[in-house]
């Protein structure tokens, strides 16, 4: 299944993307007088998996009679896939050839670091460039998204904890980030971490660790790898993660970016993000993602 939030009337509306449409669950369940459905992405990841299931059956019945309410979705104004995490971790030097355009020597543990959701935004949002950086870089990355209570779990297990995945940019200020040994200030700037459109549940997913990754500045390729490449897996990032903290339902995990960073390029080679550039990653199996980016308003 296919999971998104887009606004309506500023209000946040939780849709399913079903046989190319988007239903919107709202106006469907008034259509059909259905009780006790999940009005907003962060229920539907709580919900038990027999719930989940007939959630899913209840929407594929809709379209199948036409009593879905679909939307146009190329022109909703997306939100994040993922609205309100409890938690944004993110894992850092995760791709081996991202290491090696680095000059980093590969992490032994996986290294952890956090965002917070003023980060997050969505598809087709325009972002602001904050003028307190110069080095604006982009980073597709595979986002894990937990869907129950995980705490100490095994490597074989930890995979069927997970309840989907999603695209992300997660965005880094390279000048902030190396300023101090702390990487937070550099990738913690409002509207750093679109996600989406899609939550795409696990099973619609399969392996994650074999799926391409992209990203294209203003069209051109300039990230082309596979989530093969990653020094931790998906299994063991989550595994080592619930080991010291429990993660829950609608927790985040992005997942590292492989090659192709301007940060990777020669010193004379780089050209950061800069206003008007659109900046697309792509993830096989969960979609495109873009964003616009534009100058920082001053506020008076």
Same mark, same amino acid.
């Given at each position: 299944m296919k999971l998104g939030t887009y606004l309506y009337n500023q209000q946040e509306r939780l849709a399913v993307k079903l046989n190319n449409s988007l239903i919107d669950v709202e106006k469907t369940a008034e259509q059909n007088n259905w009780n006790e459905v999940p009005d907003d992405i962060m229920s539907v990841i709580s919900l038990p998996s027999d719930k989940l299931e007939q959630f899913e059956e209840q929407i594929k019945q809709a379209v199948h009679t036409g009593q879905a309410t679909v939307v146009n979705e190329d022109e909703v104004t997306w939100g994040p896939c993922v609205t309100r995490p409890h938690k944004i971790i993110c894992v850092g030097l995760n791709y081996k050839k991202h290491a090696d355009e680095t000059n980093a020597p590969y992490p032994e543990v996986p290294i952890l670091f956090n965002k917070f959701d003023n980060t997050l935004t969505g598809h087709n949002a325009e972002i602001e460039i904050p003028g307190v950086t110069n080095e604006l870089d982009y980073e597709v990355e595979l986002g894990i998204v937990i869907g129950k209570e995980t705490k100490n779990v095994s490597l074989e297990e930890?995979?069927?904890? =997970?309840?989907?995945?999603?695209? =992300?940019?997660?965005?880094?200020a390279r000048d902030l980030q190396m300023r101090t040994p702390q990487w937070l200030l550099g990738k913690s700037c409002d509207g750093f971490s679109p996600a989406g459109p899609y939550l795409v549940t696990s099973d619609e997913v399969g392996n994650p660790n074999d799926l391409s990754l992209k990203t294209y500045v203003n069209g051109e390729l300039r990230q082309n790898s596979n989530t093969s490449d990653m020094i931790f897996s998906c299994a063991e990032i989550v595994s080592y993660i619930s080991k010291h903290m429990t993660l829950v339902p609608g927790d985040m995990i992005l997942t590292g970016t492989p090659e192709g960073v301007v940060l990777g390029l020669p010193q004379e080679e780089r050209v950061y993000i800069q206003p008007g550039d659109v900046v697309t990653v792509e993830i096989e199996k969960l979609g495109t993602l873009t964003n616009k980016f534009v100058e920082e308003k001053v506020l008076v």
């Open positions: 930890a995979l069927s904890h =997970v309840f989907g995945y999603c695209a =992300v940019n997660d965005l880094s």
